[in-house]
């Protein structure tokens, strides 16, 4: 039962323990601030939380055996240092609200991650939109030769295509960007404290103001933020399709170094689009984020329910792999070789036949 219970909740909990520690020190912070804790007790808790979280960013933390979970860890490391000031970390808050803040704080900077690696990506398709806006490119409807294009205004409408998912990631960053700590269990705290300042320490846009629906968002902005996730993913994966075709020798607009596509061993003339394939093939995991956890999420009422756990597993790896997606994907297309001539002659011939 307790195998079946954790789960992979302790593999996930690693990804939450930097935000952890740093919300535990604007929590103790609060809390010295409205006489829970001494001055010399926020001294002690500060400096071993700041010891805990260099063996973090250093890859020296670990979760012991028998241990629960990050939060449980973290106190465990301090009572073995402090004793009893120790346990006081966990005054006047819940597991509950302890995690939701680790979860939006870690959100919070997963978001800011992809948008930084969209730009980039973003930056690289209006450099090449505006080098190859003369180099013709057949236009398709249905899959069917349509008008004459070019592959600048490829390039740069998967580009307006990033601006437009970057609006969408904005809005659940927006939502994301509030503080929980406080809520405690979803009912709020009998304790005086200061919820303004754990907003304003942890860097918050605002708080959850109602302590019920601080709860009730769980799950909620998971499902915001995949949204956002499965935006960026569509485009991605609609470009790799693009290059997949296009890469073809029954089309052969474009083509790639050796080095970056793959031959067969019975067949060695083949440039396969492995990268392309592989991005689409995670871009459409990416996609179906959403609908995962809004039917993990269906028909929950008011509170907190364990189903909540499992949404971490599915969610928190989508984010490295979207930008894994985005970094091979700018990858290829720096080394992408534009073929100018022979896909001409199939534009004249065309457009000499619709002639005819």
Not at 98 to 125: G, M, P
Not at 211 to 216: D, G, H, N, P
Not at 218 to 242: I, N, P, Y
Not at 282 to 297: S, V
Request: aromatic content about 8%.
């Amino acid at each position: 039962m307790e195998i079946f219970t954790v789960g992979k909740d302790r593999e996930m909990d690693l990804y939450l323990a930097a935000f952890d520690v740093q919300g535990s020190l604007a929590h103790i912070t609060m809390l010295e601030s409205v006489g829970l804790l001494t001055k010399d007790e926020l001294t002690q808790l500060k400096k071993a939380l700041q010891d805990i979280y260099n063996d973090i960013s250093s890859g020296n933390f670990k979760l012991e055996d028998g241990v629960e979970d990050i939060h449980s860890q973290v106190e465990l490391i301090l009572t073995k240092k402090l004793g009893d000031t120790g346990k006081k970390i966990h005054s006047a808050r819940s597991r509950n609200d302890q995690v939701l803040v680790d979860i939006r704080l870690f959100l919070r900077h997963e978001l800011e991650s992809t948008a930084k690696a969209a730009h980039s990506f973003f930056t690289l398709l209006q450099t090449q939109s505006e080098k190859y806006k003369q180099d013709l490119l057949p236009g398709y409807t249905h899959l069917q030769l349509a008008m004459p294009s070019s592959f600048g205004l490829w390039f740069g409408a998967y580009a307006e295509s990033l601006a437009d998912d970057m609006i969408q990631l904005k809005a659940a960053y927006d939502i994301v960007n509030k503080n929980p700590l406080g809520s405690a269990a979803g009912y709020g705290s009998s304790f005086p404290i200061n919820r303004k300042m754990t907003t304003e320490l942890l860097g918050f846009g605002d708080l959850n103001y109602n302590v019920v629906y601080a709860q009730m968002g769980r799950g909620k902005a998971e499902r915001l933020v995949a949204q956002s996730l499965a935006a960026f993913a569509e485009t991605l994966g609609r470009l790799s399709m693009d290059a997949c075709l296009y890469l073809n020798q029954n089309f052969g607009f474009i083509s790639f170094p050796n080095e970056l596509t793959t031959g067969s061993s019975i067949m060695p003339h083949k440039k396969n689009p492995d990268v392309f394939e592989l991005i689409r093939s995670h871009c459409n995991r990416i996609k179906a984020l959403p609908n995962e956890i809004m039917m993990m999420t269906t028909n929950l009422p008011s509170g907190y329910h364990r189903d909540l756990q499992l949404l971490k597993e599915h969610l928190f790896p989508a984010f490295q792999t979207l930008r894994d997606c985005f970094t091979m994907a700018e990858l290829m297309l720096n080394n992408i070789d534009i073929k100018k001539i022979s896909w001409k002659m199939k534009l004249i011939n065309s457009s000499s036949a619709w002639r005819k």
